[in-house]
């Protein structure tokens, strides 16, 4: 009898989301009950992101902050050497009971996370004969702790594999925060971009491999192996290779171009949406799972009605988001007031970027063809529009940049969804 309110709440808000399931085509049920957490976890990341953002902004130097950003960038773009597949992979094996890839995938992302280490040591003999030894010891630093980073953050591959979406916000959150913490801390002891880069990424591999111990002795994975999570983790590093390094070079190419203040401005204009466009980030970790159990022919039934909708909202979270930078920088950043203009300006990139729940979707059920096209074209014209239009117009050509690389790659994967449907057809129907 206790239970019958409970299931009375339950049945209530079931009569209230039938007839909207109905009419969007979406299970909503699903998203209400693991869209509260994910969201939660995103938030959490948020506002982790967003004081630090203003922390560094109101303590540091941007010269300072400008060298510590392009360090970050360059240990991003090596990270394209590493395993950077390997997470949707697990959370692929982790869903159809295979467990057993979690458990084994720590030593095998380790090694051959080496690889960052070698081109780390390797750029930082090149910065020691140009004489700058302050990156010289940061490439030191991300030559010693790089290859531990992939294999940390494998514990989220677990829980999304488990639908676990709970377990995800609550470590999530901690994942957001003791980074957090540990750069405030720092930042307040010395004003130095190499004590920064090391408690960044000290803090964070230390917490992630916390996190996944936690895992392996507390919520005991089954020993399930999966044969093919090796081979699978290969292909989808391999079609990550230049979107990794895309996802970084408006960094390196603003440092070298335009000097470590301006990128330093660039940094705080873009940041603010990029903490927004994460927060939408679970939309693409609830419907992973969805996407593999599912048939790609009933997938494509409603797709592009949920793709449609959900830039719409993006587009309304744009321009609101236009509209309020002008107070939001006056309030927060009021050094940096000559980064509104271009704040705005990239904030239309969030629109496009319901292009990831396409990737998803073909990551989902293995579309090797579809992905290695997309990872290939959408990186390249990031990188060569970079490059061309940020020494052609400075700090306003780089936010170009990548507001054209985004709406390239909305449009790119949209059609290799449709091929990919068209492929398998043709296979289903032979």
Not at 29 to 55: H, M, N, P, Q, R
Not at 200 to 225: D, F, M, Q
Not at 244 to 253: G, N, Y
Not at 354 to 372: F, M, V
């Amino acid at each position: 009898m206790t239970n019958t309110p409970t299931k009375g709440k339950e049945s209530a808000l079931a009569r209230l989301l039938t007839p909207l399931e109905q009419r969007t085509k979406t299970d909503l049920s699903y998203l209400t009950k693991g869209g509260f957490w994910l969201t939660l976890d995103e938030a959490g990341g948020a506002i982790a992101a967003f004081l630090l953002s203003v922390a560094f902004a109101y303590f540091l130097p941007k010269e300072v902050y400008g060298t510590y950003r392009y360090l970050i960038a360059l240990f991003w773009i090596f990270t394209a050497l590493t395993m950077t597949g390997l997470p949707s992979v697990i959370s692929r094996s982790v869903t159809r009971g295979k467990e057993g890839a979690f458990r084994s995938s720590f030593r095998f992302s380790i090694f051959w996370g080496l690889p960052l280490s070698l081109v780390a040591l390797s750029a930082s003999g090149y910065y020691f004969t140009q004489g700058n030894m302050e990156l010289v010891f940061g490439l030191l630093i991300i030559a010693g702790l790089g290859p531990f980073m992939q294999a940390a953050i494998l514990w989220s591959s677990y829980f999304t594999g488990r639908k676990d979406f709970r377990s995800l916000a609550f470590f999530g959150v901690i994942f957001a925060f003791v980074p957090a913490l540990s750069l405030f801390g720092t930042m307040f002891l010395i004003k130095s971009p190499l004590a920064l880069l090391f408690t960044y990424l000290a803090s964070t591999v230390l917490t992630g491999l916390c996190i996944s111990l936690y895992i392996l002795v507390y919520r005991k994975p089954n020993t399930e192996p999966d044969p093919e999570y090796k081979n699978l983790g290969w292909h989808f590093s391999a079609m990550n290779l230049l979107a990794t390094a895309a996802q970084q070079v408006d960094k390196i190419v603003v440092f070298h171009y335009l000097g470590a203040a301006q990128l330093a401005v660039y940094a705080l204009a873009t940041a603010l949406p990029e903490q927004i466009k994460n927060v939408f980030g679970s939309v693409t970790t609830l419907a992973l799972p969805k996407f593999i159990e599912r048939p790609y022919a009933e997938i494509q039934k409603t797709f592009w009605y949920r793709l449609w909708g959900f830039t719409g909202i993006l587009s309304i979270v744009a321009v609101t988001y236009a509209l309020v930078a002008p107070f939001v920088f006056t309030v927060f950043f009021p050094a940096y007031q000559d980064a509104i203009l271009y704040s705005q300006v990239f904030a239309l990139a969030l629109i496009p970027t319901g292009s990831t729940i396409s990737i998803t979707l073909l990551q989902a059920h293995k579309a090797k063809r579809e992905l290695y096209i997309f990872n290939v074209l959408s990186p390249v014209f990031q990188i060569v529009t970079l490059i061309i239009l940020t020494s052609t117009y400075g700090l306003m050509g780089a936010v170009v940049a990548r507001l054209a690389a985004r709406l390239l790659s909305f449009a790119l994967a949209g059609v290799l969804v449709q091929v990919y449907g068209y492929r398998e057809a043709r296979t289903l129907a032979k």
